[in-house]
């Protein structure tokens, strides 16, 4: 997602940066490379328009044109404008504001992700915020629909509501939020039916659904890879029953980034979530400032901190961390970290959260970051004795040749994973003595 504009923006940017002095031309030509570059990501024209205009009125001012770095406080008016489009910083978080249960009610095209999103929340909102949540399938529609989400709430280890055959969507509705109120639940998920396309017959049922339950949340579940037709479809959505916010899902896929990028000026309604990927968890609040970062190639590292909040083991972790301290880092020990990341998802994903990665990831390929290296380096190091992997340093020409041949790799691929070992403990001593607010620092400004 967003790859493409990405670095185009980025090269903007460079490109302006390169300057000592910036001219009204310069900006000029600029501008014209951002818009090709954000109509080739699919983002609405109106869209476009407003974001070059703003970005030029801001860039042509005397502070910008007779500053000392012009082309960084440019990157800086970009960086605004972009967070704009996004909605503004700042996640807006699902509101629960209700006498409980509060109803949250999901609608959205077929195969958009609503039940698989349904089933994410479910969990998010179990274990995150330790709420008592009912999932309710009122899809009576496709047949399997509602044993589609028993299965998910399984999964997310939350309840759903007993199936009962022949009941119509808003008996289920009202059947949901009574099994709500008597068993104490804190929330209660509807799941519409989808829609191959705008149905005037299923839009009304949304709106019957709606006024019977008076849901605190109705979210709109489209895929980002559609595109522009995510954004119509959710301008209809909106005029037609009115949604509180959407969730924009594959958001790990190669979709340009448009969608997201037009989505608020065009509906008014705010990205609150994004999927990507098909786990549970795998849902994301949306933090309209992170996603500019990582656009601009400015990494989103709160964003990578809070993952990895969620998803590591954190006792290795701060085994690894106090190993590192003490300058006792071996090659086990990064196998070991290894492992840890590859439990954060794609490592592509990772590094473009890294400030600066973004570029390195290009260059390697997505592919070969997430299989080829990292199995590589796990094959090697599984070659060592113990004694090896303890003292890398004792690794000579003699040992080096048994160790490519045992792992069906070269002396040289062995000679490059040592490089990189030394590199990462010239770094972790440098991170050491800057500390990790030091860093974030650094990776902030
Ligand atoms: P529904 O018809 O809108 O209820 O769609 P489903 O929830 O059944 O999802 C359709 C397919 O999309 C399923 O195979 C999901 O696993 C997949 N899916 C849902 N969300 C995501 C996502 O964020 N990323 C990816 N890659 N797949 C997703």
Do not use: C, W
């Not at 031309?25 to 090709?36: G, H, K, S, W």
């Not at 997310?156 to 022949?166: D, E, H, R, Y």
């Not at 339950?213 to 005029?239: C, H, R, W, Y």
């Amino acid at each position: 997602m967003f790859e493409s504009l990405s670095g185009r923006l980025s090269g903007v940017i460079d490109g302006l940066g390169k300057r000592g002095a910036l001219s009204e031309a310069d900006v000029a030509e600029a501008m014209r490379e951002v818009r090709l570059a954000m109509l080739d990501a699919d983002v609405a024209l109106p869209v476009v328009k407003d974001f070059v205009n703003k970005v030029r009125e801001g860039a042509v001012g005397h502070e910008v044109l007779d500053s000392i770095s012009p082309g960084q406080a440019v990157a800086k008016i970009v960086n605004d404008a972009l967070i704009d489009a996004l909605g503004g910083a700042g996640a807006v978080p699902l509101n629960l504001n209700a006498v409980p249960p509060a109803p949250i009610l999901m609608v959205g095209l077929q195969g958009s992700g609503k039940t698989t999103t349904s089933g994410k929340i479910a969990l998010r909102l179990s274990t995150r915020e330790k709420k008592k949540v009912l999932l309710a399938s009122l899809d009576t529609q496709r047949p399997a629909a509602q044993l589609q989400l028993q299965q998910l709430a399984e999964r997310a280890g939350v309840m759903s509501l007993p199936i009962v055959a022949g009941q119509a969507p808003l008996e289920i509705a009202a059947r949901a939020m009574d099994t709500g109120r008597r068993e104490g639940f804190d929330v209660v998920i509807l799941d519409t039916a989808g829609r191959l396309s705008i149905d005037e017959a299923l839009m009304e049922e949304v709106r019957q659904i709606r006024a019977a339950t008076s849901p605190v949340e109705t979210l709109l579940v489209v895929d980002a890879m559609t595109g522009q037709d995510a954004v119509n479809t959710a301008k209809i959505f909106n005029e037609a029953v009115g949604v509180t916010g959407v969730v924009m899902t594959r958001m790990d896929g190669d979709a340009r980034g448009g969608a997201a990028l037009s989505m608020r000026a065009i509906t008014g309604a705010p990205i609150k979530l994004t999927g990507s990927g098909e786990k549970l968890d795998a849902l994301e609040e949306f933090h309209p400032e992170r996603v500019a970062g990582r656009i601009l190639g400015l990494g989103d590292i709160a964003g990578l901190v809070e993952k990895a909040a969620d998803t590591l083991d954190h006792e290795e972790g701060e085994r690894l961390a106090k190993k590192m301290m003490a300058g006792k880092f071996d090659l086990d020990d990064y196998v070991s970290q290894i492992k840890q990341i590859k439990k954060m998802g794609s490592i592509s994903g990772i590094l473009g959260m890294l400030p600066g990665m973004g570029k390195l990831k290009d260059a390697i390929g997505d592919k070969d970051l997430d299989t080829t290296i990292f199995k590589r380096h796990e094959a090697i190091i599984s070659s060592m004795t113990k004694a090896e992997r303890k003292t890398p340093d004792i690794i000579k020409a003699s040992r080096k040749k048994r160790i490519a041949a045992g792992s069906g790799t070269t002396v040289q691929d062995v000679n490059k994973l040592l490089k990189q070992f030394d590199d990462m403990s010239t770094m972790m001593k440098r991170i050491n003595k800057l500390g990790m607010k030091g860093l974030m620092r650094q990776g902030l400004s």
